[in-house]
Every structure is written in C-alpha cells, then in structure tokens.
C-alpha cells in the first residue's frame, strides 16, 4: 500500500523572539488513514516562494514508531514574513514502482502545501500532489486533495493506479501510431481500442470521482477527449479546483457535474458514452446496488461503452459487486497493476474492464 503525506496541522509562519520560524505538523499514514508508515524514512523539506523557488530547505527523518512529526524550519531572514510561500514535504530519491512506461508510484507521496504567509495564517487545509510521468513529455498532473478526514476528498491508491494504467496504454497508442505497427497487445484490448478513437472527440464518464484523478489525468494524455467527472454535492469545490488547474491536452475538456447513484438522471450526456471510469468505489457495500445501478442505466443509453473498475480489495463485502454486475448482464476482462508497500513488499490493484455481451470487447 502506498503511503500519503499529510498535514495534521497545516504550515504558518511562527515569530519567536524577533526570528521567523515555519511549523507544521505532519503525519505519513495509508489512503484511508488506518495505518502509519512502519518504515525509517529520510524526508527533504522545503520552503518555497511563488517566484524563488526554494527559499529554505532542511532534512529530518520519519521513524518506524512515529505516528506524527513536528516540523520546524528557521530561524529565517525577517523579510520572508512577508512573503507567501508554500511547504513541501518529500521523500529524497526513494524508489518506486519504475516500469519505463508507467509513471513511477513511490512509497511515499510527497505533499505540498496551500500557499501561506505574511498574516500568520496558517495555510487552508489542502495539499497539492504532483504526479510525474516517466519519460514523457507531459508535464506533471498537479491534483489538490483536503489534508482532513474526510475520505471524499482525497486520493486513494486505486485512482493512482488507474492513472498508471491509462498513461501506460495512451503511451502504446503513441507508439503504435508512430511505428506503424501493431504495439504491445493489451490485456484489455476493449480499452485501447476505446482510447484509439478520439475523432469524434472521446466522451467519458467518472462516477464516484473524489478529486478527480483518473478523469482530469486522461484529459491531459488524451487530445479530443470530453471527461465528465461526477459525485456527491460535497467533492464540487476540490473537483473544480483540480479543473480550474488542470493543463489539459489540445481540444480536451473537463466538467463536473453532481450525481447522486440512488437518483440517475435520464440523460447524463448529449453525446453516447464511450467509456465508464471507476476507481476505488467498491469499498461501501452499501451503495453497490445503486452503482450498478446507475452503470446498467448508463450503458442501457449507450450500448457500446466499456466500463474500467480500478480496485483495491479491502474486505470481503467487495465480492457482492462482481456478483451485481453479473447479474446485471455485464462481462468483465481482468488486468492488475502492483503498487509498492513497505518493507519492499508490492501491492496490487485489479482492474477490470466491463461490457455488455452484446458490446463486444
């Protein structure tokens, strides 16, 4: 399982007996917060300006036994208290997960802060994750995600999968378009297939899209590709930021727009759905009659499309899903990606891309 960076109290800039300080107070722990990083590891932190770049950085380290850390940079020249800056807080050089084609998924996700400064404030309750491609030339995804409780709004380890995974088939696309060959063969053909045809422009649909990885990641791999992202009424102001932020690919859009699974509308598009994203949304299995539900209504409308589940297995009321979507008609193909944990153990998410059986994969 991969482990996230996390602000238990956000940075502020600190004056104690005339010299300016930065604190904050920071916790390393899983997706879901149920579980600390059991591991010694050095981490870089850094002060930055919006125009300076690094403005003071030091080293601490994050023990086995912590369950926080406190942070403290200083003492800093006086006129930086006037400044704004933000607090980065990262993991030096630690290996990932690196296949040449998959964007590198450390252990630890660094986090960067909301910008702070010169009234004492602390910074809003946010951190900033920065998805790097490998060998690539796509600038980096830039995802802001709350620094709280609130798992709604934060990342979770199936959605960083699944942009793992659609960067690594867009990157075979590339490839195959460049060489004039066939490529690497998927395991899920359906998908690359999907991803292929961008003209007319691609529609796509995220339900249950949190901060809207998996969705604003494909718009910025992808040219001609319309991305809906939806979810419950309480993620619309993270989702926009992320929109508002996101350095789309040419003629790519991103919307949002509330979805309530108990109460689908008729018509969530105006143009036939091609493909379906949903990552880490299995974990409730409560809600899972009215998924599938709204999944069954939505290709019901738009016959052709595939759906692409990215999970994480967490308990063994999961199972009922896969039952559900049988049931509902629905065929799958199975993929998986590993994830690193620690004590250099792997993880691995499942992917599975659905169809009717009339849609063909």
Same mark, same amino acid.
């Given at each position: 399982m991969v482990y996230y960076v996390r602000f238990l109290k956000t940075p502020r800039i600190q004056q104690q007996k005339g010299s300016v300080y930065i604190s904050a107070l920071i916790c390393i722990t899983t997706d879901l917060g149920d579980s600390f990083l059991a591991e010694d590891v050095d981490l870089m932190v850094i002060a930055g300006g919006n125009s300076s770049g690094a403005i003071f950085q030091k080293t601490t380290k994050w023990n086995a036994s912590n369950r926080e850390l406190a942070i403290t940079l200083g003492p800093l020249p006086s006129n930086l208290a006037q400044q704004s800056m933000a607090l980065t807080v990262k993991v030096p050089q630690l290996p990932g997960y690196s296949i040449p084609e998959y964007p590198p998924i450390p252990l630890v996700v660094a986090a960067t802060s909301a910008p702070f400064g010169p009234?004492?404030?602390?910074?809003?309750k946010l951190v900033q994750r920065h998805i790097q491609y490998s060998g690539s030339e796509l600038v980096p995804i830039q995802i802001w995600e709350e620094t709280g409780n609130s798992i709604a709004r934060h990342i979770w380890d199936a959605g960083l999968a699944a942009v793992t995974y659609l960067h690594m088939i867009c990157e075979d696309i590339k490839k195959t378009a460049h060489n004039k060959n066939k490529g690497t063969e998927p395991k899920i053909p359906a998908l690359k297939r999907v991803l292929s045809n961008v003209n007319p422009p691609l529609? =796509?649909?995220?339900? !249950?899209? !949190?901060? !809207?990885?998996?969705?604003? *990641?494909?718009?910025?791999?992808?040219?001609?590709?319309?991305?809906?992202?939806?979810?419950?009424p309480e993620v619309e102001e993270i989702i926009k930021r992320n929109i508002n932020v996101a350095q789309l690919s040419p003629m790519s859009s991103v919307h949002y727009r509330n979805l309530d699974w108990d109460d689908p509308p008729d018509e969530l598009c105006s143009r036939p759905i091609e493909l379906i994203l949903v990552s880490d949304c299995t974990?409730? *299995?409560?809600?899972?009659?009215?998924? =599938?539900?709204?999944?069954?209504?939505? =290709?019901?409308?738009?016959?052709? *499309?595939?759906?692409?589940?990215?999970?994480?297995?967490?308990?063994?009321?999961?199972?009922?899903?896969?039952?559900?979507?049988?049931? *509902? !008609?629905?065929?799958?193909?199975?993929?998986?990606?590993?994830?690193?944990?620690?004590?250099?153990e792997m993880d691995e998410i499942e992917f599975y891309c659905y169809s009717r059986q009339t849609g063909g994969k």
């Open positions: 009234q004492s404030m602390p910074a809003e529609q =796509v649909v995220e339900l !249950g899209a !949190g901060c !809207g990885i998996a969705g604003i *990641a494909l718009a910025t791999m992808l040219p001609n590709c319309s991305v809906l992202l939806t979810d419950l974990y409730n *299995a409560d809600s899972l009659p009215a998924l =599938v539900s709204t999944l069954d209504r939505l =290709v019901g409308t738009s016959p052709e *499309a595939i759906i692409l589940v990215a999970l994480k297995r967490r308990h063994d009321s999961e199972t009922v899903f896969f039952d559900l979507m049988q049931s *509902a !008609g629905f065929t799958a193909v199975q993929d998986s990606v590993q994830i690193p944990s620690q004590h250099d």
